[in-house]
């Protein structure tokens, strides 16, 4: 009988705890629209709901150290329910000058010393582990895990492997079809669940570890996938380095921390897609004190033209030299362009920034810039960084303002940790930075502001390969999740099937209208005007425009929007609004009516508009400018052409 007695309880006991474990742990966002369910078994795994329509299931997270596996047969110790109410002021506001950080939370506290927090916004969610280990850790991988309980249609940038400048080209497939062994991809995933809902996938607080790749599982689903830690370099010409070994885990790192945010913008409406802000709800505190030296603005480019200027006021031969950057700093005074940028050939040589080009002569250029109000950026590759990280306090004695950072092509540990090394050691000496052939922003430019833009995406510097087509999906995917270095301003704008044009004419595919309106509709805190001074001052009209456009916002409205098909967003600086709108070449020509009721009611706005011309289907040169006066609660009805766009202030 004792022995009997001794098993029932402990069969008693056991199925309480199974009951335990099987019963799931419910979170649900401010407006009980989105629903998480956390079950323990033998893993942590969860299930999403939007309306009670489930978009993820059962799947499952976990964190694997070199001698345990944290989320395997979990031991839930406590658990706590949180809640947020936060106003946020980012210095750079590429959106909205404050956001509402409204979420519901949740921490469990599991037996090892390790935590796992889920926070349930009104347009999403996100989870991240938090452990409390002594000394450091080795993390030998991370589980993220999504199934679908349906067959989705997936927005994709796939990759030949981890080296990557996140420039592919979108892919679109269905999820049951992206096998293991295909092409991994990087982030941000887009899902389209065919019903009501979207869902961006993306990280942030990423810090001391590897961003996240995903793959696909083979069986409607995905998995996460990082790369490994490097351990040993090999010299690989000027601007980058081999890695020769590489160590079995993915991150080395402190064992008490917070891991990145794993978050899901979850939205019924593309308009939500484009004003989310759920990368800056999940970063860092700003560790800038004192920001008010971080100037966003917009920079001249010569690279894209090849510092060509010509005309019968440009008596000098153009290139790079001292007369053609002087040129530059002209016509950036003349429309109040605060900055120009200097791309590679500024120094003696790519390895030694100290020495400037004698042909270019920087300091003069500093001195002369001055007296005109405009501010140098210059250009560096990363090694070139790495190797003399005192060239920040060198480059502020000087009196550069900017450094535009290059080809560093990977996102694994070493080198999201070399991003955050930079901007930490410029901010000290009152730089920003703007990094090209990078990872897509997760955070940092939030913990450092100094950071102004990311590149990490297929931009104008691909020409013939930069297509409205391809670009449409950036303001609901890329641009979404952080500040996007696309670098817009053609001035010579053709159709796709008659694009010939290269450097020193290039062109970009798309209408005048449309570049136009890229200026309003994608964000980067500093914007280039990519093309040739020749050409801007040929374009009066249409360079007052772009240069009176800012790159930070009070307030942000999406207006229409199709993923894959248009985009157009109004947005407030002060009391003036502009508006932009933009779509691909699948259609001839889209008609739509926008409704001012964004407008303060009782005033009167003058609208100044540039939209494609009558011809601008085959000769994207054309365009119109027109002026009406509107209030709040009119309405226009708006064309645009393929590849066309729609451009307009009001004030």
Request: glycine share 6%.
């Given at each position: 009988m004792t022995k009997t007695t001794a098993c029932l309880i402990l069969l008693a006991g056991l199925s309480a705890q199974l009951l335990a474990q099987s019963k799931p742990i419910d979170l649900a966002?401010?407006?009980?629209?989105?629903?998480?369910?956390?079950?323990?078994g033998e893993k942590i795994s969860y299930s999403i709901s939007g309306k009670k329509e489930e978009l993820i299931n059962q799947s499952s997270l976990s964190l694997t150290l070199k001698d345990e596996i944290l989320g395997r047969n979990p031991k839930l110790i406590s658990s706590k329910k949180t809640k947020g109410a936060e106003l946020i002021k980012p210095y750079v506001s590429l959106k909205f000058a404050s956001v509402k950080n409204n979420y519901n939370g949740l921490i469990l506290n599991f037996k090892g010393n390790f935590a796992v927090e889920f926070r349930a916004f009104d347009d999403g969610l996100a989870y991240r582990f938090i452990t409390s280990k002594k000394g450091d850790v080795e993390i030998l991988n991370e589980?993220?895990?999504?199934?679908?309980?349906?067959?989705y249609l997936l927005h994709v940038q796939q990759n030949n492997g981890f080296k990557t400048a996140y420039e592919e080209a979108y892919q679109h497939i269905e999820s049951n079809s992206w096998k293991a062994t295909d092409k991994m991809a990087n982030l941000p995933l887009l899902i389209d669940t065919k019903k009501q809902y979207k869902i961006l996938v993306s990280e942030s607080d990423l810090s001391d570890y590897p961003a996240l790749f995903i793959k696909g599982s083979g069986n409607n689903g995905l998995e996460g996938t990082f790369p490994k830690a490097p351990l040993e370099f090999g010299p690989d010409g000027d601007r980058s380095q081999k890695i020769i070994?590489?160590?079995?885990?993915?991150?080395?790192?402190?064992?008490?921390?917070?891991?990145?945010?794993?978050?899901?913008v979850i939205t019924s409406n593309d308009r939500q897609l484009m004003e989310?802000?759920?990368?800056?709800?999940?970063?860092?505190k700003s560790e800038i004190t004192d920001p008010s030296w971080i100037k966003p603005g917009q920079a001249s480019w010569e690279w894209w033209n090849d510092a060509t200027p010509y005309g019968p006021d440009v008596n000098f031969v153009s290139g790079y030299n001292l007369d053609t950057y002087k040129y530059y700093i002209d016509f950036a005074s003349k429309f109040g362009i605060k900055y120009i940028v200097m791309d590679e050939g500024w120094a003696k040589s790519t390895t030694d920034p100290y020495t400037p080009n004698p042909k270019v002569d920087v300091k003069e250029l500093i001195r002369y810039g001055k007296t005109k109000n405009v501010d140098i950026i210059l250009w560096l590759t990363w090694l070139t960084?790495?190797?003399?990280?005192?060239?920040?306090?060198?480059?502020?004695?000087?009196?550069?303002?900017?450094?535009?950072?290059?080809?560093?092509?990977?996102?694994?540990?070493?080198?999201?940790?070399?991003?955050?090394?930079?901007?930490?050691?410029?901010?000290k000496h009152h730089i920003f930075v703007d990094f090209h052939g990078s990872f897509k922003p997760a955070g940092l430019e939030y913990k450092y502001p100094n950071l102004l833009s990311y590149e990490g995406v297929r931009g104008l510097e691909q020409?013939?390969?930069?297509?409205?087509?391809n670009s449409i999906y950036l303001p609901f995917m890329r641009n979404a999740v952080g500040p996007m270095d696309f670098t817009p301003g053609?001035?010579?704008?053709?159709?796709?099937?008659?694009n010939r044009a290269t450097r020193p004419n290039a062109s970009g595919i798309g209408t005048r209208a449309y570049q136009l309106a890229l200026y309003v509709v994608f964000e980067s805190g500093v914007q280039m005007l990519a093309d040739n001074p020749t050409l801007y001052y040929r374009s009066p009209d249409c360079t007052e425009f772009?240069?009176?456009?800012?790159?930070?916002?009070d307030e942000t409205k999406a207006l229409a929007a199709t993923v894959g098909e248009l985009a157009v967003v109004a947005k407030r600086k002060g009391d003036k609004w502009f508006i932009g709108g933009i779509t691909n070449g699948k259609e001839n020509e889209r008609s739509l009516t926008l409704n001012f009721d964004f407008l303060e009611k009782g005033k009167s706005y003058t609208m100044t508009y540039f939209e494609d011309g009558i011809n601008a289907g085959k000769q994207a040169m054309d365009y119109r400018k027109k002026s009406v006066q509107v209030k709040a609660g009119d309405q226009i009805t708006i064309k645009m052409v393929r590849n066309g766009g729609w451009a307009a202030v009001l004030k």
């Open positions: 966002s401010p407006n009980g629209e989105i629903q998480v369910a956390i079950r323990l589980e993220f895990a999504l199934n679908f309980p349906d067959k070994k590489s160590a079995d885990y993915i991150a080395k790192t402190k064992g008490t921390r917070n891991f990145p945010w794993r978050y899901f989310n802000t759920m990368t800056l709800k999940l970063s860092a960084v790495h190797n003399n990280m005192d060239l920040f306090k060198t480059f502020n004695e000087w009196g550069i303002k900017g450094v535009k950072i290059d080809f560093m092509d990977r996102s694994d540990q070493w080198m999201v940790n070399y991003y955050e090394n930079v901007v930490k050691e410029a901010a020409m013939g390969g930069c297509s409205p087509d053609a001035m010579i704008n053709m159709q796709p099937d008659v772009i240069t009176s456009v800012p790159t930070t916002w």
